[in-house]
């Protein structure tokens, strides 16, 4: 499961992290973070599940492909891969085009359960 924030138009954090089956978290800060560069940390495999059942709850692949719309709202991708499959949600203007509620909280559920707010805001 990846979460990637890849910035806005103005100073939007860039950065990505990734939890896998095991718990493994992998971020990586790009531009507007207080950590640059790949960090490492553990989450309990129950979380791990957790999250993956929250994908499951929010129908994450029945949701479109891409949600765009005509203003800088930011540009994040979740990405869910289980061995060779892959899909990926892409959110270019939230709500107000379309996404749906349970998608956007997968997002703020990706950034919570992997604290990355401590290398994004440095707390």
């Known amino acids: 499961m990846t979460l990637a924030r890849r910035g806005c138009e103005g100073r939007c954090p860039v950065y990505s992290v ?44 029945a949701a479109l492909p891409s949600y765009s719309g005509a203003y800088d709202g930011g540009y994040n991708v979740l990405t869910l891969q289980m061995g060779e499959k892959r899909y990926e949600v892409v959110d270019e203007s939230g709500l107000e085009v379309g996404l749906p509620d349970a998608i956007f909280n997968l997002e703020e559920a990706m950034d919570k359960s992997t604290q990355s707010a401590r290398w994004v805001k440095g707390k």
């Open 18 to 61: 990734t939890v896998a089956g095991d718990g493994t978290v992998t971020y990586k800060g790009f531009a507007y973070v207080a950590v640059q560069g790949s960090q490492r940390d553990h989450i309990s495999t129950l979380a791990s599940m957790e999250l993956l059942d929250r994908f499951r709850q929010a129908n994450f692949l």
